[in-house]
């Protein structure tokens, strides 16, 4: 006997796709989910420049997008943590945009576009849920370069700590005990500093007693002094 999966059974329901459907519609939304698909750490989940066939929820671990600039060196543009969509960026253009891969052992549930469509006919809060993900796109694009332009150093990797800490509490995790999904080099690649800054930084918080660091475990100690370095009010679904 073959046992189905359902979202009603995945413990992100409360925080993915099915958020956006009433209780007696989440078997729609099951006939048309691809369930499963694991990446290997490297992995690409597509490449920029491939068709748009798909967006997909994170299920477990880890995925960054990137482009590639004209150097041919990854740009670091953004991490999604299990509960959120990736490939949005593709619904526009026909293609996707940047290319998405693995940090982690991670797994995904692909939903091909078309049959969302179709599906978002029927079920407009479905739909609205979707034209708020795209917005949150945008919104996050626009709040990446400003973040970028003028914050400093120890203002970047604060927002990202508080970005990271209310996506974990989204999920019903600590706000307060993280593990970072990337490296310190990726993290310094989407925040455009050195990775010897984020390294220094990091250790000078952790003395100071703003954080506590092992490795990729962090504790936050002192959430106001992270607070009043990453005032700028940043989008929690992507960054």
Same mark, same amino acid.
């Given at each position: 006997m073959v046992q189905t999966v359902s979202c009603n059974d995945c413990n992100l329901s409360a925080v993915c796709l099915p958020l956006a459907v009433a209780p007696d519609q989440v078997e729609q939304l099951d006939n048309?989910?691809?369930?499963?698909?694991?990446?290997?750490?490297?992995? %690409?989940?597509?490449?920029?420049r491939d068709p748009f066939r798909s967006v997909?929820?994170?299920?477990?671990?880890?995925?960054?997008?990137y482009s590639l600039t004209?150097?041919?060196?990854?740009?670091?543009?953004?991490?999604?943590?299990p509960g959120e969509v990736v490939g949005m960026d593709g619904i526009s253009t026909a293609y996707y945009a940047s290319s998405a891969q693995a940090l982690e052992t991670s797994s995904v549930c692909e939903v091909p576009f078309e049959h969302m469509e179709a599906l978002s006919l029927q079920i407009p809060s479905l739909q609205r849920h979707f034209f708020k993900l795209m917005s949150q796109e945008i919104k996050s694009d626009r709040e990446l370069h400003m973040l970028?332009?003028?914050?400093?150093?120890?203002?970047?990797?604060?927002?990202?700590?508080?970005?990271?800490?209310?996506?974990? %509490?989204?999920?019903?995790?600590?706000? %307060?005990?993280?593990?970072?999904?990337?490296?310190?080099?990726?993290?310094?690649?989407?925040?455009?500093?050195?990775?010897?800054?984020?390294?220094?930084?990091?250790?000078?918080? %952790?003395?100071?007693?703003?954080?506590?660091?092992?490795g990729r475990e962090v504790d936050i100690q002192d959430r106001d002094h992270l607070c009043r370095h990453g005032e700028l009010r940043l989008n929690v679904q992507n960054l």
């Open positions: 048309i989910l691809k369930r499963g698909r694991s990446l290997k750490p490297g992995e %690409h989940l597509y490449n920029a997909y929820a994170v299920r477990s671990g880890a995925i960054k997008t004209e150097e041919g060196e990854q740009q670091i543009t953004g991490f999604y943590l970028l332009s003028r914050k400093s150093a120890e203002d970047r990797i604060a927002a990202l700590l508080l970005s990271l800490s209310a996506r974990a %509490h989204r999920r019903g995790l600590s706000a %307060h005990q993280l593990r970072l999904p990337m490296p310190r080099n990726e993290m310094a690649n989407y925040l455009g500093l050195a990775v010897e800054t984020v390294s220094r930084i990091m250790t000078r918080l %952790h003395n100071e007693g703003v954080l506590r660091v092992q």
